[in-house]
């Protein structure tokens, strides 16, 4: 049984009668408003007598109050590591093994020595912009490649605003001191020369990986670099192929997952863009028909399980792109070419087929990038050197008119 007794000094409160007999009060108090939701905010109370109502309806605004005006759950946080930890602990559990590891880097090597002993109270937009200035100065200077000095400085930035916006959304803070900092420029610089085989020397390396011993570990990495420069794929794309990724009727490649630096499977690929089917020609299926050919009949003698994985030794599910490296190199060495890495077989891939003129558009779904300025800043060399190509085209165009 219900009962309401108004009070004009207070609450509503409602008299209850158990069903064992006994009477409790309960009121719903309306404690004001969440600075950071903007909702009103109440809570119900309930007590032996009317008094205590009363008691505990003050005590639960002054605790409203005191917690700066927010149902959220007052966080102790002094120093700027000790909000860094909180904020790194909620956030990496959305990211990618990769990513970890980079961020990990970023904070531990610039963040942290820079800020973490100051006092989250004493940290100011003036103090964080003259650090972005030091990390700025350093990367257009000839300090780059000393402790303390990236041209990813903007990542930094990036990550210490997303660090104060947790902390307002914790109830640490109630501003952000890094929204108005202005990002330094970076100086222009000459684009990074990327690695690939010329022509020339691309038939050397055909040549010599077809005159390889056919060893199992020598068939395992020949197969793999033929697939690297027919597809111009990553090389932990491929590395964390299946058979079942791989269409023979169809001649296609579907590129569903990666490996990340430490060789555990990532269950989707570097970016959005990078999940994509590659058309593959018909020397690279009667290759991969050959190779599976060869592992399955090697496997089924020796009792190993391929679980379905293209390059494995049937005894760790994946390999890891540092322990094929060595080999790598040695295969370089060898052959007399220069040393591209198992990247430079993609940066080969995109300048066969740029130079056969096929378009930055189908290049850019190819290699998986997430935007086409990406595809066409990596390889604006190769516009430069078929710049006289296009002339000729163009001058024999109009004498055909």
């Given at each position: 049984m219900n009962k309401k007794i108004v009070k004009k000094d207070g609450p509503t409160i409602n008299k209850i009668i158990k069903k064992d007999g006994s009477i409790v009060y309960r009121a719903n108090i309306y404690l004001g408003v969440d600075v950071n939701t903007g909702k009103s905010v109440?809570?119900?109370?309930?007590?032996?007598?009317?008094?205590?109502?009363?008691?505990?309806?003050?005590?639960?605004?002054?605790?409203?109050?005191?917690?700066?005006?927010?149902?959220?759950?007052?966080?102790?946080?002094?120093?700027?590591?000790?909000?860094?930890?909180?904020?790194?602990?909620?956030?990496?559990?959305s990211l990618k093994n990769n990513t970890v590891t980079s961020n990990e880097n970023f904070i531990n090597s610039y963040i942290c020595p820079a800020l973490g002993a100051y006092s989250i109270s004493r940290i100011t937009t003036s103090l964080i912009q003259n650090?972005?200035?030091?990390?700025?100065?350093?990367?257009?200077?000839?300090?780059l490649y000393t402790t303390g000095?990236?041209?990813?400085?903007?990542?930094?930035?990036?990550?210490?605003?997303?660090?104060?916006?947790?902390?307002?959304?914790?109830?640490v803070v109630t501003f952000n001191p890094a929204?108005?900092?202005?990002?330094?420029?970076?100086?222009?610089?000459?684009?990074?020369?990327?690695?690939?085989?010329?022509?020339?020397?691309?038939?050397?390396?055909?040549?010599?990986?077809?005159?390889?011993?056919n060893t199992e570990q020598d068939a395992l990495l020949v197969t793999l670099c033929k697939l690297l420069l027919s597809t111009g794929m990553r090389v932990n794309e491929a590395l964390a192929l299946n058979w079942s990724d791989i269409d023979y009727h169809n001649g296609v490649v579907s590129v569903t997952k990666t490996l990340d630096?430490?060789?555990?499977?990532?269950?989707?690929?570097?970016?959005?863009?990078?999940?994509?089917?590659?058309?593959?020609?018909?020397?690279?299926?009667?290759?991969?028909?050959?190779?599976q050919n060869r592992q399955r009949n090697l496997f089924l003698k020796s009792g190993l399980n391929i679980n379905g994985i293209i390059f494995t030794n049937g005894i760790k599910p994946y390999l890891l792109r540092s322990t094929?490296?060595?080999?790598?190199?040695?295969?370089?060495?060898?052959a007399k070419v220069p040393d591209i890495g198992f990247h430079g077989f993609r940066h080969t891939?995109?300048?066969?087929?740029?130079?056969?003129?096929?378009?930055y558009k189908e290049l850019q779904h190819r290699l998986g990038h997430a935007q086409l300025s990406m595809t066409m800043d990596t390889y604006s060399h190769l516009s430069a050197k078929n710049a006289r190509a296009v002339v000729d085209i163009f001058d024999k165009a109009i004498q055909n008119l």
């Open positions: 109440r809570t119900s109370i309930t007590a032996k007598t009317q008094k205590a109502i009363k008691l505990k309806a003050s005590k639960a605004i002054n605790d409203f109050q005191d917690n700066g005006c927010t149902r959220l759950a007052k966080v102790n946080c002094k120093t700027f590591d000790e909000l860094i930890s909180l904020w790194w602990n909620n956030h990496k559990l650090q972005m200035n030091i990390w700025a100065n350093n990367a257009n200077s000839s300090k000095s990236t041209k990813s400085y903007s990542v930094l930035l990036n990550i210490i605003t997303r660090i104060f916006q947790y902390g307002i959304s914790i109830g929204r108005d900092v202005i990002l330094p420029r970076i100086k222009r610089q000459e684009n990074k020369k990327i690695k690939y085989f010329e022509n020339s020397e691309l038939k050397v390396w055909y040549d010599f990986l077809n005159s390889v011993p630096s430490k060789g555990k499977l990532e269950s989707t690929p570097k970016t959005r863009s990078s999940a994509r089917i590659i058309d593959i020609d018909q020397s690279t299926i009667l290759l991969l028909k050959q190779y094929l490296l060595a080999r790598l190199k040695k295969y370089f060495t060898l891939h995109a300048s066969l087929l740029l130079n056969a003129g096929v378009e």
